[in-house]
């Protein structure tokens, strides 16, 4: 009995690892163990694994606003590695723990104060995290639980789907120029890929930060959905986008995406160069630390 059901499952796990099979929802009822739900986690992350859906909801949980460290992003691109690995896995929701953040974006006290070999760590990881998020073979979606400015926005276009909650107070854009520094020609050409060349020279000219509805009508994001509902909708646009042969879908991911990524893998270590060398620059230093200082200050 015992060896029956293990042969069923392992059957089934490899049909749904192969991507070749579709339809399956009733079979699925026939076939499937009770929901087998797991979890992993580490400091900065945490990974919710339903085995029978093939889904992985990762949420980030850097309170108080998922700011990017070294350590969230070296933790975020360990678990999404394991993910990518792990062949039952197809699709992933990226959203947050935290209520009305997504992501921050970079945290700005690892661009401050810190040594060269700092800052090229980080930025590493920087690219790391980008890199392994823009071409997952999972298909990524990207559940906006609140802001997301900057390198929180990366995030989210680097998926390949955006649902947002529709609160207008959570913005979401590259707003790097507002800090006095410049986003980095993937970051740009990530967002020309998602919205537009000239869409794209405004945003980020101007370092708009675009309110939820401004951003589904400019096009950031994809459908903006209740609050309450973010989870539950992007569960539903995970089922579409998983009817799709995994095959088919990876080979035309691929070819939309390469040559972005390609330009960053040839000037890996130069971009990491140009981040050093302009983020020491004192002027620049200047302007991350009086940011950094009006956001404390917000309060008093
Ligand atoms: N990094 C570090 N600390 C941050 C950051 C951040 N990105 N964002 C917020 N914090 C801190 C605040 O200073 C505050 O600290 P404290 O409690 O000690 O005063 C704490 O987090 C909570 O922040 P708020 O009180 O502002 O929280 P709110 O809930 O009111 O607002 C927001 C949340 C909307 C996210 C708001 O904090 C905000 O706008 N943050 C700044 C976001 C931002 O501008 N990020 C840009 C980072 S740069 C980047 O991602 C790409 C850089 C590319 C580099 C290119 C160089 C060449």
Not at 54 to 69: C, E, H, R
Not at 196 to 202: L, M, V, Y
């Amino acid at each position: 009995m015992a060896a029956a059901a293990a042969t069923a499952s392992r059957a089934w796990r490899l049909l749904r690892g192969s991507g070749a099979f579709h339809g399956r929802a009733a079979i699925q009822r026939l076939w499937d163990p009770p929901a087998q739900r797991r979890l992993f986690s580490n400091n900065k992350i945490l990974v919710e694994l339903d085995e029978n859906t093939g889904v992985a909801v990762m949420k980030m949980k850097s309170p108080p606003v998922n700011s990017q460290t070294l350590e969230f992003l070296t933790e975020f691109s360990i678990s999404l590695e394991k993910l990518e690995n792990d062949r039952a896995y197809r699709g992933l929701i990226l959203t947050s723990a935290t209520p009305k953040i997504f992501s921050a974006g970079l945290d700005i006290t690892e661009m401050c104060g810190k040594s060269e070999e700092h800052y090229a760590e980080f930025w590493r990881a920087v690219q790391e995290m980008w890199l392994k998020l823009y071409m997952s073979r999972l298909v990524t979606i990207a559940a906006i639980n609140g802001s997301s400015p900057a390198g929180g926005c990366l995030m989210a276009v680097s998926c390949d789907y955006r649902i947002m909650a529709e609160n207008p107070k959570y913005g979401i854009g590259l707003n790097e120029t507002r800090l006095g520094i410049v986003a980095p020609f993937w970051f740009k050409d990530t967002m020309i890929n998602t919205i537009g060349h000239r869409a794209t020279e405004q945003a980020l000219q101007m370092g708009l930060l675009y309110p939820a509805p401004q951003a589904l009508s400019i096009g950031i994001v994809d459908q903006l959905v209740p609050e309450e509902k973010v989870q539950d909708v992007a569960a539903a646009a995970m089922t579409q986008w998983l009817a799709i042969p995994d095959h088919a879908r990876l080979i035309t991911k691929s070819a939309m995406r390469k040559p972005t990524v390609d330009r960053l893998l040839t000037h890996r270590e130069a971009d990491i160069q140009n981040f050093v060398s302009f983020i020491s620059r004192d002027s620049i230093q200047k302007s991350l630390q009086v940011y950094l200082e009006m956001l404390k200050g917000k309060k008093g």
